[in-house]
């Protein structure tokens, strides 16, 4: 079945310890979204990638990179995790940029920072 | 006032009630709108997108006001297993003229037997 894949599901990492979620896909969509969800929030929109167009939020931390080397992968880097960064991270895919299309999630990686 | 608000949770209902959400948006420019479904520690489903002249799927009908700038979501014949949280997601016309989906906090739901 085509599907959006995050790994790992877990993710354990130490304060400051640099650390990449990855997620691919196999639908063959041109837009990835990463979104953090933290517990009783709304999805909080990192960043996407239009085909290879970056897009950050204006209120996206320094702390946060991304890179897409092709249409199937996308990665999340955080460069130094602080306690804060602790949340659930959401990879999301939609066919194209359009208002109507529908975006389709992975299972999401739950980040704990120690 | 948010770009998207919906109704205080929780509801907690029996099975075989009738419950409805509402969502508000703020930004009239607003051009689509959704209705996803989030269980404890999964990630958002898409439930059902919603269409101006209201749409109906099985026990559930989503309905849009656009004068009013809220949208709805009703469900009947409460299951068990409806059980989740309910997110109201806007496709808005960001200051940056950039399209983005606006989330809602969600509405948590439990059916109770």
Excluded at chain 1, 20 to 25: A, E, G, K, N, Y
Aim: charged content about 20%; proline content about 5%.
């Amino acid at each position: 079945d085509a599907m959006v894949i995050q790994n790992p599901r877990y993710q354990v990492t130490q304060f400051g310890k640099p650390v990449t979620l990855s997620c691919s896909q196999t639908l063959n969509h041109n837009v990835m979204y990463w979104y953090q969800q933290k517990s009783s929030q709304a999805p909080k929109l990192l960043f996407h990638y239009y085909d290879k167009d970056f897009n950050n939020e204006a209120d996206t931390p320094d702390n946060f990179q991304s890179r897409r080397p092709n249409t199937s992968f996308c990665f999340l880097d955080i460069r130094s995790p602080g306690l804060g960064d602790a949340a659930m991270y959401l990879c999301a895919t939609s066919r194209d940029g359009l208002a109507s299309r529908q975006q389709y999630f992975g299972p999401g990686t739950r980040l704990t920072v120690t | 006032r948010k770009e998207v608000e919906q109704d205080p949770g929780p509801f907690n209902v029996p099975e075989g009630a009738t419950v409805a959400f509402n969502c508000t948006y703020s930004n009239s420019a607003s051009q689509s709108f959704f209705w996803y479904r989030q269980d404890c520690r999964k990630e958002p489903k898409l439930l059902m997108s919603v269409y101006s002249s209201g749409n109906e799927d099985g026990r559930f009908t989503a309905q849009l006001n656009r004068a009013s700038q809220y949208i709805s979501l009703l469900i009947r014949d409460s299951k068990l297993s409806d059980s989740a949280t309910y997110l109201c997601a806007v496709n808005t016309l960001t200051a940056g003229n950039n399209r983005k989906l606006i989330w809602g906090l969600g509405t948590s739901l439990a059916v109770n037997p």
